[in-house]
T-cell receptor, first 114, second 115 residues
Framework: DTAVSQTPKYLVTQMGNDKSIKCEQN?????MYWYKQDSKKFLKIMFS???????INETVPNRFSPKSPDKAHLNLHINSLELGDSAVYFC?????????????FGPGTRLTVT | AQSVTQPDIHITVSEGASLELRCNYS??????LFWYVQSPGQGLQLLLK??????LVQGIKGFEAEFKRSQSSFNLRKPSVHWSDAAEYFC?????????????FGDGTTLTVKP
């Protein structure tokens, strides 16, 4: 009955590797997001997709590439991982892109780059 | 530009005591305001939100928040704290009529509950 799920929950990898985080929502929402929460707990949006189309792309290195195969999935692929990429990455979804929509967050993926 | 300030980095209250977490925002028009809770090792959960109407908003888990335009504040309150409320609390502000993901989050307030 999970609303927004992410895999894996924990990810430890070495610098230079490529990794992916998967996200799925079963809420029937049209809009999905990726957020990054750094070590100081500051939460910042990275990407947003609406009906599989990219609508927000904040200042994020192009090593990060989101992929939305369908409305229910938004995966995040990261190339050439760096130490500074260590953070908790949250996937989220909402019914629509309007600011009045509730945003539902996944449990997060804690990425540690060594 | 929109911004959110949570003045208290860490608050400790005794179980059963009342709680108020402060949030101040900066935004040119009427904002959308949110409070989220993040329990240890867990994801974010929306507690409540405000975007129009009654300025006193009721949320889940017995929380409420009051929007005060004159003070640019949206403080979160709970009359009696339970040990399970220990968590990180985030206030967020979003511009109306734009993508919900454009919300700006505060730095968070860590709540510790003493037995």
């Amino acid at each position: 009955d999970t609303a927004v799920s992410q895999t894996p929950k924990y990810l430890v990898t070495q610098m230079g590797n490529d990794k992916s985080i998967k996200c799925e929502q079963n809420l029937g929402h049209d809009t999905m997001y990726w957020y990054k929460q750094d070590s100081k707990k500051f939460l910042k949006i990275m990407f947003s997709y609406n009906n599989k189309e990219l609508i927000i792309n904040e200042t994020v290195p192009n090593r990060f590439s989101p992929k939305s195969p369908d409305k229910a999935h938004l995966n995040l692929h990261i190339n050439s991982l760096e130490l500074g990429d260590s953070a908790v990455y949250f996937c989220a979804s909402s019914q629509g892109a309007s600011g009045s929509n509730w945003v539902y967050f996944g449990p997060g993926t804690r990425l540690t780059v060594t | 530009a929109q911004s959110v300030t949570q003045p208290d980095i860490h608050i400790t209250v005794s179980e059963g005591a009342s709680l108020e977490l402060r949030c101040n925002y900066s935004y040119g028009a009427t904002p959308y305001l949110f409070w989220y809770v993040q329990s240890p090792g867990q994801g974010l959960q929306l507690l409540l939100k405000y975007f129009s109407g009654d300025t006193l908003v009721q949320g889940i888990k017995g929380f409420e928040a009051e929007f005060k335009r004159s003070q640019s504040s949206f403080n979160l309150r709970k009359p009696s704290v339970h040990w399970s409320d220990a968590a990180e609390y985030f206030c967020a502000v979003g511009p109306s009529n734009t993508n919900a993901g454009k919300s700006t989050f505060g730095d968070g307030t860590t709540l510790t509950v003493k037995p």
